[in-house]
């Protein structure tokens, strides 16, 4: 039992641990109890079920085994006991235990066939120790098969399995079952080890139990199909949590109560919601216009009769064979359909499927449900032709929930197809609600709709209309608010209390917006609170000049799905009046903003696509009247959600010029249909239509809008005309005249601010007081420069003013830093700062000490690697008097930020991190080499425009081919010794003690080198190293920003494990080298964690370390002397050319398999190598090692 509670814990919390064990013994799915009681019954039942399997399927292997006198009771109990655990490879075994969970006893038998059915050509060979020894001990290694092949394996026998009668054993006898009260006994609490491989395996006893059948059982039923090892165990907090659900709802609906079938849908919902969310999911889910399940669930069941009626018409005009063959068989609708309609059917297919269909009926609403019971129907419509009444209703009622032959995804284009045909047969819905469907009296204490509103709701002068075919009138007017609009699952659901909140309400600004009453009309003609009085009310009280204008609440709506109260406040505020969107001006009277994009739109239209605008002109279609939310909201509710998201990402990161160009995207990419619908089909497909899900995958419109961009700004019309002062704010931000953030998350330095680029045709705006917005390349969650993480900034660099009074602060640090924190905590982040700064690998002091002279050295070798590789290049700049230093601080000192693409840099960073200084001269090489040919056609403004600003710009390339760029740069400039420039003098390093004491800024590397080897310093022919330095050496390799900075914290964690290793095993103690191995598991586990874990690979029998590491080093000798052999029989002219080298295996050896090539190979292959070596222990040294010397054999 300790393997399978072992892993339950890697999934799961102690307590829902011990509640999942609990479920898989005593529940009916697994009943696992039979298993372990005294006698081993159910293992008996089945030994002798699978060699009646045996038997039937395989009967040559049968004899065969029977020849050799090998028993299945050699090598079953392990099997069947534990699910195979410790019989498979562990990620094959994980995934059985995925199936164990879900599909329940038949997996056992169904596995247990797999693999002799799987391996039977190589077993019919074998005698009996090789198949005892394969068996019980090879099927632990990989297989030939990857485990998807093995499982699609296991589905094959289940079915074959199902059609011999063959997949479950015979019932269980009362035997099986718990005879005493559970609970009420103690339990020894002594646990074993994680996952202990037995000394042996003590054979069951063979006592013969009667087995007269099953025994009624008073237990409840297991969990429902389809949930894994998380969702096993329905543990008493989740349970409380469906009793409130349920229980609140019945006092806040009273007139539905509870009925029978809603605890599964709030057991859905409590998946992925807390407790408050998914009530008010399912208020919304019971009471709004998407879904009215109210009608389902009231007395008579209205919904439900009605749902019924029209999947009968459907049948009989669609489907009219098999209408006429289940009336022949007199198989109503009424027997199966009752659990397809009212739960979304939940229990009624695949539990994996289910959650598809669930997301599908929450973004798409009721029509889902009559497009999934007819796309079952028609899908087995040839298998239901076949069967009788018992067959009908046994296939429709219970094995509609096994896996399919068909994967979920290609059930789903199937319902994508049958909503598609339905709805041109106009049945997709049926016909309109009666009022008996509605809720008649009050709901909750007061006469109140269920939830303060949609998440993002529609404005109250545009509500979202109900899409209705010709046949299929909407339904009766209701007081509800309408659903959420399309595109958001079952987490954005229910719009939550505490979001609504989030949109405060201050005081002084409750009922008033600059002057105005409570609905009080506005130049706009609309009251503060929108027509319909539903829209929250926001205070913005940093922005009285425009208060609460509709439409502002979808915007804000968004910025809580991604950010928290406090920040989301922030980034509207940036939004409204940062320079990159100024969002200000389309919300204040009048809106001139608004006004100045349709005038461009239109100019665009005339420009880009003249027939359609002259089609638009004729059917009298005004840009009015469909672009006001494209502007206003980034196209929210006017796109899918998915896209929307995705275009919300590129305008906060290229601003205004998306709004343009994706105006103008949709009606180019819809053109030919436009051109072809009148002035009713063009208003309905540009207001309406646009928000079902596109024929093009959201990347390919992406693309579109990309290429739209540069097709604009070639033809000028990229941004419209410059902004009139009526746009800006007039009045004072907040209670005082202060700017609305504190400033951009990444500022330029003071002498440097960013320019605003504007286009020939577009000139610049007014000028601004505010201060410029966040650099691109930051979406959504890095809009908001909060105040904490200013106050963040300014410690960091404040500290470090402290820490090193030789550098103090300079301009250029702060984006370093800013960098730094959004992947480090504030701390970290200063340690890493400090290591970038003197550590050896990227020793940026220089760059920053007065005088500057590690840029000026750079500077200096940037121009010879010019002179040398591009002399074309450099000729021209010296012609045009482009200096290098005009462009190139920026690029050196910051490592390229603001200089290139934001995503771009993050990569460049990572490769700076891990790679030190050569990264800076060969992306600056790969910069001109990549844009040479361009480069040489500019002028000097040109020159500089490009170097200084238009980088900034995506790129045409890929980051990831700029990358392969860059690595060809650096490998070439390694051949040609120009990869480093000469050597750093002394004036570039520090002279003064760091800190309060001369102590090196950092406690050591994360992952240090033994005392007796120290990490070289690697150094080209043409570059020798650096001066002499006191200081530790930087990390190694191969670990990007968040590995930067070896911080206290992770030094106290490492110094703890091993100090409690050499007091746990006094044999060993602290041996070198076991300090990299502790320092990996710190960088996955907590603290405790990590020791247990190093002591399971120092003493478990997986991997047994401690050998390599007692006096003597035992383990080590012997696996040096397998190597050798290993080298002597596998590549004799390499061991030959070695031994006439004399090169000894002892001296590369040693690190390869005391610390599994910690160091030795690339730190990404290392984490892979590990995860190999945890998973099928000492064989991966070996093997790596053999590979390592096959693989560079030739070299």
Same mark, same amino acid.
């Given at each position: 039992?300790?393997?399978?509670?072992?892993?339950?814990?890697?999934?799961?919390?102690?307590?829902?641990?011990?509640?999942?064990?609990?479920?898989?013994?005593?529940?009916? /799915?697994?009943?696992?109890?039979?298993?372990?009681?005294?006698?081993?019954?159910?293992?008996?039942?089945?030994?002798?079920?699978?060699?009646?399997?045996?038997?039937?399927?395989?009967?040559?292997?049968?004899?065969?085994?029977?020849?050799?006198?090998?028993?299945?009771?050699?090598?079953?109990?392990?099997?069947?006991?534990?699910?195979?655990?410790?019989?498979?490879?562990?990620?094959?075994?994980?995934?059985?235990?995925?199936?164990?969970?879900?599909?329940?006893?038949?997996?056992?038998?169904?596995?247990?066939?797999?693999?002799?059915?799987?391996?039977?050509?190589?077993?019919?060979?074998?005698?009996?120790?090789?198949?005892?020894?394969?068996?019980?001990?090879?099927?632990?290694?990989?297989?030939?098969?990857?485990?998807?092949?093995?499982?699609?394996?296991?589905?094959?026998?289940?079915?074959?399995?199902?059609?011999?009668?063959?997949?479950?054993?015979?019932?269980?006898?009362?035997?099986?079952?718990?005879?005493?009260?559970?609970?009420?006994?103690?339990?020894?609490?002594?646990?074993?080890?994680?996952?202990?491989?037995?000394?042996?395996?003590?054979?069951?006893?063979?006592?013969?139990?009667?087995?007269? +059948?099953?025994?009624?059982?008073?237990?409840?039923?297991?969990?429902?199909?389809?949930?894994?090892?998380?969702?096993?165990?329905?543990?008493?907090?989740?349970?409380?949590?469906?009793?409130?659900?349920?229980?609140?709802?019945?006092?806040?609906?009273?007139?539905?109560?509870?009925?029978?079938?809603?605890?599964?849908?709030?057991?859905?919902?409590?998946?992925?919601?807390?407790?408050?969310?998914?009530?008010?999911?399912?208020?919304?889910?019971?009471?709004?216009?998407?879904?009215?399940?109210?009608?389902?669930?009231?007395?008579?069941?209205?919904?439900?009769?009605?749902?019924?009626?029209?999947?009968?018409?459907?049948?009989?005009?669609?489907?009219?064979?098999?209408?006429?063959?289940?009336?022949?068989?007199?198989?109503?609708?009424?027997?199966?359909?009752?659990?397809?309609?009212?739960?979304?059917?939940?229990?009624?297919?695949?539990?994996?499927?289910?959650?598809?269909?669930?997301?599908?009926?929450?973004?798409?609403?009721?029509?889902?449900?009559?497009?999934?019971?007819?796309?079952?129907?028609?899908?087995?419509?040839?298998?239901?032709?076949?069967?009788?009444?018992?067959?009908? /209703?046994?296939?429709?009622?219970?094995?509609?929930?096994?896996?399919?032959?068909?994967?979920?995804?290609?059930?789903?284009?199937?319902?994508?197809?049958?909503?598609?045909?339905?709805?041109?047969?106009?049945?997709?819905?049926?016909?309109?609600?009666?009022?008996?469907?509605?809720?008649?009296?009050?709901?909750?204490?007061?006469?109140?709709?269920?939830?303060?509103?949609?998440?993002?709701?529609?404005?109250?002068?545009?509500?979202?209309?109900?899409?209705?075919?010709?046949?299929?009138?909407?339904?009766?007017?209701?007081?509800?608010?309408?659903?959420?609009?399309?595109?958001?699952?079952?987490?954005?659901?229910?719009?939550?209390?505490?979001?609504?909140?989030?949109?405060?309400?201050?005081?002084?600004?409750?009922?008033?917006?600059?002057?105005?009453?409570?609905?009080?009309?506005?130049?706009?003609?609309?009251?503060?609170?929108?027509?319909?009085?539903?829209?929250?009310?926001? +205070?913005?009280?940093?922005?009285?000049?425009?208060?609460?204008?509709?439409?502002?609440?979808?915007?804000?709506?968004?910025?809580?799905?991604?950010?928290?109260?406090?920040?989301?406040?922030?980034?509207?505020?940036?939004?409204?009046?940062?320079?990159?969107?100024?969002?200000?001006?389309?919300?204040?009277?009048?809106?001139?903003?608004?006004?100045?994009?349709?005038?461009?739109?239109?100019?665009?239209?005339?420009?880009?696509?003249?027939?359609?605008?002259?089609?638009?002109?004729?059917?009298?279609?005004?840009?009015?009247?469909?672009?006001?939310?494209?502007?206003?909201?980034?196209?929210?509710?006017?796109?899918?959600?998915?896209?929307?998201?995705?275009?919300?990402?590129?305008?906060?990161?290229?601003?205004?010029?998306?709004?343009?160009?994706?105006?103008?995207?949709?009606?180019?990419?819809?053109?030919?249909?436009?051109?072809?619908?009148?002035?009713?089909?063009?208003?309905?497909?540009?207001?309406?239509?646009?928000?079902?899900?596109?024929?093009?995958?959201?990347?390919?419109?992406?693309?579109?809008?990309?290429?739209?961009?540069?097709?604009?700004?070639?033809?000028?019309?990229?941004?419209?005309?410059?902004?009139?002062?009526?746009?800006?704010?007039?009045?004072?931000?907040?209670?005082?005249?202060?700017?609305?953030?504190?400033?951009?998350?990444?500022?330029?330095?003071?002498?440097?601010?960013?320019?605003?680029?504007?286009?020939?045709?577009?000139?610049?705006?007014?000028?601004?007081?505010?201060?410029?917005?966040?650099?691109?390349?930051?979406?959504?969650?890095?809009?908001?420069?909060?105040?904490?993480?200013?106050?963040?900034?300014?410690?960091?660099?404040?500290?470090?003013?402290?820490?090193?009074?030789?550098?103090?602060?300079?301009?250029?640090?702060?984006?370093?830093?800013?960098?730094?924190?959004?992947?480090?905590?504030?701390?970290?982040?200063?340690?890493?700062?400090?290591?970038?700064?003197?550590?050896?690998?990227?020793?940026?002091?220089?760059?920053?000490?007065?005088?500057?002279?590690?840029?000026?050295?750079?500077?200096?070798?940037?121009? /010879?690697?010019?002179?040398?590789?591009?002399?074309?290049?450099?000729?021209?700049?010296?012609?045009?008097?482009?200096?290098?230093?005009?462009?190139?601080?920026?690029?050196?000192?910051?490592?390229?930020?603001?200089?290139?693409?934001?995503?771009?840099?993050?990569?460049?960073?990572?490769?700076?991190?891990?790679?030190?200084?050569?990264?800076?001269?060969?992306?600056?090489?790969?910069?001109?080499?990549?844009?040479?040919?361009?480069?040489?056609?500019?002028?000097?403004?040109?020159?500089?425009?490009?170097?200084?600003?238009?980088?900034?710009?995506?790129?045409?390339?890929?980051?990831?081919?700029?990358?392969?760029?860059?690595?060809?740069?650096?490998?070439?400039?390694?051949?040609?010794?120009?990869?480093?420039?000469?050597?750093?003098?002394?004036?570039?390093?520090?002279?003064?003690?760091?800190?309060?004491?001369?102590?090196?800024?950092?406690?050591?590397?994360?992952?240090?080198?033994?005392?007796?080897?120290?990490?070289?310093?690697?150094?080209?022919?043409?570059?020798?190293?650096?001066?002499?330095?006191?200081?530790?050496?930087?990390?190694?390799?191969?670990?990007?920003?968040?590995?930067?900075?070896?911080?206290?914290? /992770?030094?106290?964690?490492?110094?703890?494990?091993?100090?409690?290793?050499?007091?746990?095993?006094?044999?060993?103690?602290?041996?070198?080298?076991?300090?990299?191995?502790?320092?990996?598991?710190?960088?996955?586990?907590?603290?405790?964690?990590?020791?247990?874990?190093?002591?399971?690979?120092?003493?478990?029998?997986?991997?047994?370390?401690?050998?390599?590491?007692?006096?003597?080093?035992?383990?080590?000798?012997?696996?040096?002397?397998?190597?050798?052999?290993?080298?002597?029989?596998?590549?004799?002219?390499?061991?030959?050319?070695?031994?006439?080298?004399?090169?000894?295996?002892?001296?590369?050896?040693?690190?390869?398999?005391?610390?599994?090539?910690?160091?030795?190979?690339?730190?990404?292959?290392?984490?892979?190598?590990?995860?190999?070596?945890?998973?099928?222990?000492?064989?991966?040294?070996?093997?790596?090692?053999?590979?390592?010397?096959?693989?560079?054999?030739?070299?």
């Amino acid at each position: 039992m300790s393997e399978i509670a072992a892993v339950l814990l890697m999934f799961l919390p102690e307590e829902d641990a011990f509640w999942a064990l609990a479920q898989l013994m005593v529940g009916d /799915r697994h009943s696992m109890h039979g298993f372990f009681v005294p006698g081993f019954p159910k293992l008996l039942r089945f030994q002798r079920h699978h060699e009646r399997v045996l038997q039937r399927a395989l009967p040559d292997l049968r004899k065969h085994m029977d020849e050799e006198q090998m028993s299945t009771g050699i090598y079953s109990p392990k099997w069947f006991l534990q699910c195979f655990l410790g019989r498979t490879p562990f990620s094959l075994t994980l995934k059985l235990w995925d199936a164990y969970v879900l599909d329940g006893e038949r997996v056992l038998t169904a596995m247990a066939y797999t693999i002799l059915k799987v391996h039977r050509k190589r077993l019919l060979k074998l005698p009996l120790e090789g198949l005892r020894e394969f068996l019980q001990d090879s099927l632990a290694q990989p297989w030939a098969l990857e485990d998807e092949a093995v499982l699609r394996h296991l589905r094959a026998s289940m079915t074959q399995l199902r059609r011999m009668r063959c997949d479950l054993p015979p019932p269980a006898g009362p035997e099986e079952f718990p005879t005493r009260p559970l609970g009420l006994e103690p339990v020894s609490p002594a646990p074993g080890p994680l996952l202990p491989s037995p000394a042996s395996e003590p054979p069951p006893r063979v006592e013969e139990p009667a087995s007269p +059948g099953p025994a009624a059982r008073p237990e409840p039923p297991g969990p429902p199909p389809g949930q894994a090892i998380v969702q096993l165990a329905p543990q008493p907090r989740r349970q409380r949590a469906l009793f409130c659900v349920l229980a609140a709802y019945s006092l806040y609906d009273t007139e539905v109560g509870y009925c029978q079938g809603m605890s599964e849908i709030a057991a859905v919902l409590l998946m992925f919601l807390p407790e408050e969310d998914a009530f008010w999911a399912l208020a919304q889910l019971m009471v709004g216009d998407r879904h009215s399940m109210h009608g389902f669930f009231v007395p008579g069941f209205p919904k439900l009769l009605r749902f019924q009626r029209h999947h009968e018409r459907v049948l009989q005009r669609a489907l009219p064979d098999l209408r006429k063959h289940m009336d022949e068989e007199q198989m109503s609708t009424g027997i199966y359909s009752p659990k397809w309609f009212l739960q979304c059917f939940l229990g009624r297919t695949p539990f994996s499927l289910t959650l598809k269909l669930w997301d599908a009926y929450v973004l798409d609403g009721e029509r889902v449900l009559t497009a999934m019971a007819y796309t079952i129907l028609k899908v087995h419509r040839k298998r239901l032709l076949k069967l009788p009444l018992e067959g009908l /209703r046994e296939f429709l009622q219970d094995s509609l929930a096994q896996p399919w032959a068909l994967e979920d995804e290609a059930v789903l284009r199937h319902l994508r197809a049958s909503m598609t045909q339905l709805r041109r047969m106009r049945c997709d819905l049926p016909p309109p609600a009666g009022p008996e469907e509605f809720p008649t009296r009050p709901l909750g204490l007061e006469p109140v709709s269920p939830a303060p509103g949609p998440l993002l709701p529609s404005p109250a002068s545009e509500p979202p209309p109900r899409v209705e075919e010709p046949a299929s009138p909407g339904p009766a007017a209701r007081p509800e608010p309408p659903g959420p609009p399309p595109g958001q699952a079952i987490v954005q659901l229910a719009p939550q209390p505490r979001r609504w909140n989030s949109l405060p309400t201050l005081p002084g600004q409750q009922g008033a917006r600059a002057g105005r009453e409570p609905g009080e009309p506005d130049a706009r003609g609309e009251g503060s609170e929108g027509a319909s009085g539903r829209t929250p009310s926001v +205070g913005l009280w940093l922005l009285q000049e425009v208060g609460y204008c509709q439409g502002m609440s979808e915007i804000a709506a968004v910025l809580l799905m991604f950010l928290p109260e406090e920040d989301a406040f922030w980034a509207l505020a940036q939004l409204m009046v940062g320079d990159r969107h100024s969002m200000h001006g389309f919300f204040v009277p009048g809106f001139p903003k608004l006004l100045r994009f349709q005038r461009h739109h239109e100019r665009v239209l005339q420009r880009a696509l003249p027939d359609l605008r002259k089609h638009m002109d004729e059917e009298q279609m005004s840009t009015g009247i469909y672009s006001p939310k494209w502007f206003l909201q980034c196209f929210l509710g006017r796109t899918p959600f998915s896209l929307t998201l995705k275009l919300w990402d590129a305008y906060v990161l290229d601003g205004e010029r998306v709004l343009t160009a994706m105006a103008y995207t949709i009606l180019k990419v819809h053109r030919k249909r436009l051109l072809k619908l009148p002035l009713e089909g063009l208003r309905e497909f540009l207001q309406d239509s646009l928000a079902q899900p596109w024929a093009l995958e959201d990347e390919a419109v992406l693309r579109h809008l990309r290429a739209s961009m540069t097709q604009l700004r070639r033809m000028r019309c990229d941004l419209p005309p410059p902004a009139g002062p009526e746009e800006f704010p007039t009045r004072p931000l907040g209670l005082e005249p202060v700017s609305p953030a504190p400033g951009p998350l990444l500022p330029s330095p003071a002498s440097e601010p960013p320019p605003r680029v504007e286009e020939p045709a577009s000139p610049g705006p007014a000028a601004r007081p505010e201060p410029p917005g966040p650099p691109p390349g930051q979406a959504i969650v890095q809009l908001a420069p909060q105040p904490r993480r200013q106050r963040a900034l300014f410690c960091v660099l404040a500290a470090y003013s402290l820490y090193d009074t030789e550098v103090g602060y300079c301009q250029g640090m702060s984006e370093i830093a800013a960098v730094l924190l959004m992947f480090l905590p504030e701390e970290d982040a200063f340690w890493a700062l400090a290591q970038l700064m003197v550590g050896d690998r990227h020793s940026m002091h220089g760059f920053f000490v007065p005088g500057f002279p590690k840029l000026l050295r750079f500077q200096r070798h940037h121009e /010879r690697v010019l002179q040398r590789a591009l002399p074309d290049l450099r000729k021209h700049m010296d012609e045009e008097q482009m200096s290098t230093g005009i462009y190139s601080p920026k690029w050196f000192l910051q490592c390229f930020l603001g200089r290139t693409p934001f995503s771009l840099t993050l990569k460049l960073w990572d490769a700076y991190v891990l790679d030190g200084e050569r990264v800076l001269t060969a992306m600056a090489y790969t910069i001109l080499k990549v844009h040479r040919k361009r480069l040489l056609k500019l002028p000097l403004e040109g020159l500089r425009e490009f170097l200084q600003d238009s980088l900034a710009q995506p790129w045409a390339l890929e980051d990831e081919a700029v990358l392969r760029h860059l690595r060809a740069s650096m490998t070439q400039l390694r051949r040609m010794r120009c990869d480093l420039p000469p050597p750093a003098g002394p004036e570039e390093f520090p002279t003064r003690p760091l800190g309060l004491e001369p102590v090196s800024p950092a406690p050591g590397p994360l992952l240090p080198s033994p005392a007796s080897e120290p990490p070289p310093r690697v150094e080209e022919p043409a570059s020798p190293g650096p001066a002499a330095r006191p200081e530790p050496p930087g990390p190694p390799p191969g670990q990007a920003i968040v590995q930067l900075a070896p911080q206290p914290r /992770r030094q106290r964690a490492l110094f703890c494990v091993l100090a409690a290793y050499s007091l746990y095993d006094t044999e060993v103690g602290y041996c070198q080298g076991m300090s990299e191995i502790a320092a990996v598991l710190l960088m996955f586990l907590p603290e405790e964690d990590a020791f247990w874990a190093l002591a399971q690979l120092m003493v478990g029998d997986r991997h047994s370390m401690h050998g390599f590491f007692v006096p003597g080093f035992p383990k080590l000798l012997r696996f040096q002397r397998h190597h050798e052999r290993v080298l002597q029989r596998a590549l004799p002219d390499l061991r030959k050319h070695m031994d006439e080298e004399q090169m000894s295996t002892g001296i590369y050896s040693p690190k390869w398999f005391l610390q599994c090539f910690l160091g030795r190979t690339p730190f990404s292959l290392t984490l892979k190598l590990w995860d190999a070596y945890v998973l099928d222990g000492e064989r991966v040294l070996t093997a790596m090692a053999y590979t390592i010397l096959k693989v560079h054999r030739s070299k």
